[in-house]
């Protein structure tokens, strides 16, 4: 815990209790706690993006609910938890350790990616990520990747969810939207998270007034789609995030080249991706 006064005042009353628990927690809070967890992002041949953490061994003593959190785990979207087992114990994982939420975030990876493609495989498993989002711990890889596959998931509630959580993490600074623009833009190339989708979560945080946190986001994940040949689906979804794109670009005045644009703009036709990719390069251009 980073604030000593108040974890030594609870680990007094943790003493107090006389009890074996109570004696370890007061050792826990006096020792600092949970430190030195360290995640790591990669991304597999397959262009998958993942993030791994190793065995925390710190969380041993503690009840088995704390030892799963503590266990080694690979967050991707090949692995999938019993959605049953996932709706009781996520909703806690928050208040277990309120100041890791990369440690949370990990495990509900493999909950959140394959939402975006099943949508009975865990209802609600977004609600959570708001909470995440409050919490006094840092954010890193693992934040940002189950956000990004939170915003393309197949329930709009989860989606809002998600969307609520990166308005959060936004306001207090703990956003990385280079590293959010990088998932989302692995996401939609293999096909984990629908361009549709994921311009109807950015449209909805754009239109609370945050344009320039979406247009920071879209300026880096766009650039991956606009050169992937597209299905008539992914197309139509493409058409639609760069008209969010536009509606950010004029609003915030910003200027610049994002790569790929110009061939598509340059496209016959007056279909709505080619009509979006000429309003978005103008805005860009100033004119």
Known sequence: TTDRAAAEAAAERAALLGTPEGRRLADWLRTGGLTGT????????????????????????????????????????????????????????????????????????????????????????????????QSPGASGPATSLVVAGGLGVQRQEDRIAAVDALLLLAAQKKLDPGALATDLGALMLIGIVAPSRLAESLGTAASTGAYRTVWTVLRDALPPLLSKDLSPAESRGLGELLTVAAECAERTGAQGVIPGLDPIAARRGSSRLVSQARRLRAALAGT
């Open 38 to 133: 360290v995640l790591h992002r990669a991304v597999t041949d397959r262009t998958t993006p993942v993030v791994r953490s190793g065995e925390i061994t710190a969380l041993h003593m503690f009840p088995l609910a704390f030892r799963e959190l503590g266990s080694p785990a690979l967050g991707s979207h090949h692995r999938c938890w019993c959605a049953a087992t996932a709706a009781v114990q996520q909703t806690h994982w928050p208040a277990l350790l309120p100041e890791h939420p990369e440690l949370i975030s990990l495990r509900l990876i493999q909950h959140v990616l394959p939402c975006a493609r099943y949508p009975e495989k865990d209802p609600d498993v977004c609600s959570v990520l708001p909470l995440l989002a």
